[in-house]
């Protein structure tokens, strides 16, 4: 397998995963983080604006993984902010 088909892998589990109320968004949250440096600019922030949608479209009363994606959120803005510096200091 190609690192562009594990890439595009880990996007239809992240897709599948956002509201379920199964361990799947933390074993997809995990995978995201462990490969974090393997996306692009681009890939981290459709990751980002993705969650942000998901955050603000979910009923607020249905707490089932909402937290876990609120962290990814907080997790994932901070990392690209560093990751853009970086970029900028290369």
């Excluded at 562009?4 to 933390?26: C, K, M, Q, V």
């Excluded at 603000?56 to 994606?69: A, H, L, M, V």
Aim: no cysteine; aromatic share 14%.
């Amino acid at each position: 397998m190609t690192k562009e088909n594990d890439i595009h892998i880990i996007f239809f589990a992240f897709r599948y995963a956002l509201g379920r109320r199964t361990a799947a968004p933390s074993i997809v949250i995990d995978k995201i983080k462990e490969t974090w440096s393997e996306f692009s600019m681009r890939d981290k922030e459709m990751f980002l604006a993705e969650t942000s949608n998901y955050l603000g479209s979910e009923p607020k009363n249905d707490f089932s993984s909402i937290n876990q994606w609120n962290v990814f959120f907080s997790w994932g803005t901070e990392r690209l902010r560093k990751d853009k510096i970086d970029d900028i200091i290369k």
